[in-house]
C-alpha cells in the first residue's frame, strides 16, 4: 500500500547536537517530497521540499534533506539544533500519479534538552 | 503578505450540536483546502476546492460535514451534528494556482464533549 512512514514518534536531542528525522514512502514512482514544521498552536511551515535535481536539498532554518532513491528515504538533518526547533515534524509525499493531494506522515516530535 | 486566516481559533461544543469554521486564503489563491488532524496524526485531507468548485472530497464525511466556498476566495467547513470523534484541529491551506506548495493557517481547535 502507498504510505508516509516516520518511524520515530519522538526524539530528544540535545541543545548544539546535530540532528536526523527519518521519513520513508512506498509508492511506485517518486514522489514529490516535503518537510514542514509544526509549533505549538501554529499551522505548519513548509521547511523543504524536493521535486528533482540534487538529491540534498537546502530549506529554510538551517535544515537540510537528503533524498535516496535506492532507501525510499528524505531524512531532514540540522547540524546544530536550537531550543527554538522543538516542534513537530511531518514528512509529506504528493504522489506523481494519480490524484496529486498532499500525503502526510503521522509526524515526530523533536524535543531539546539544555 | 498575509498568511492564511482562521477563525475561532478554539471551539468547544457538546456532542450533536453544531459549529462552523470559516477560512480567508491568501489572495490569488485559486486552490483551498481544509484538513482534519486529530491528536498524534498527520493532518487528513477533508475537501479540495479549486477557485469555487470542489475538485476532491472523497474524505469528507458528506453526512455531518458540509464544506463551500463563495465566489472563488472564503471558505466555511461545518459539522452537523458533531460527534465525540470530531475533535481535531481543522487547519485550513491554500496555494497558487498549479503549485503544489500549500500555505496553511493556524488552525482551529475543537473539542467535543
Known amino acids: 500500500a502507498q504510505s508516509v512512514t516516520q518511524p520515530d514518534i519522538h526524539i530528544t536531542v540535545s541543545e548544539g547536537a546535530s540532528l536526523e528525522l527519518r521519513c520513508n514512502y512506498s509508492?511506485?514512482?517518486?514522489?514529490?517530497l516535503f518537510w514542514y514544521v509544526q509549533s505549538p498552536g501554529q499551522g505548519l511551515q513548509l521547511l523543504l521540499k524536493?521535486?528533482?535535481?540534487?538529491?540534498l536539498v537546502q530549506g529554510i532554518k538551517g535544515f537540510e534533506a537528503e533524498f535516496k532513491r535506492s532507501q525510499s528515504s528524505f531524512n531532514l538533518r540540522k547540524p546544530s539544533v536550537h531550543w527554538s526547533d522543538a516542534a513537530e515534524y511531518f514528512c509529506a509525499v504528493v504522489p506523481i500519479t494519480g490524484f496529486q493531494k498532499l500525503v502526510f506522515g503521522t509526524g515526530t516530535r523533536l524535543l531539546v534538552s539544555p | 503578505e498575509a498568511g492564511v486566516a482562521q477563525s475561532p481559533r478554539y471551539k468547544i461544543i457538546e456532542k450533536r450540536q453544531s459549529v462552523a469554521f470559516w477560512c480567508n486564503p491568501i489572495s490569488g489563491h485559486a486552490t483551498l483546502y481544509w484538513y482534519q488532524q486529530i491528536l498524534g496524526q498527520g493532518p487528513k485531507l477533508l475537501i479540495q476546492?479549486?477557485?469555487?468548485?470542489?475538485?476532491?472530497d472523497s474524505q469528507l464525511p458528506k453526512d455531518r460535514f458540509s464544506a463551500e466556498r463563495l465566489k472563488g476566495v472564503d471558505s466555511t467547513l461545518k459539522i452537523q451534528p458533531a460527534k465525540l470523534e470530531d475533535s481535531a484541529v481543522y487547519l485550513c491551506?491554500?496555494?497558487?494556482?498549479?503549485?503544489?506548495?500549500?500555505?496553511f493557517g493556524p488552525g482551529t481547535r475543537l473539542t467535543v464533549t
Open positions: 509508492y511506485g514512482a517518486t514522489p514529490y
Open positions: 524536493y521535486f528533482s535535481g540534487d538529491t
Open positions: 491551506a491554500s496555494s497558487p494556482d498549479r503549485s503544489y506548495e500549500q500555505y
Open positions: 476546492f479549486q477557485n469555487n468548485g470542489v475538485v476532491d
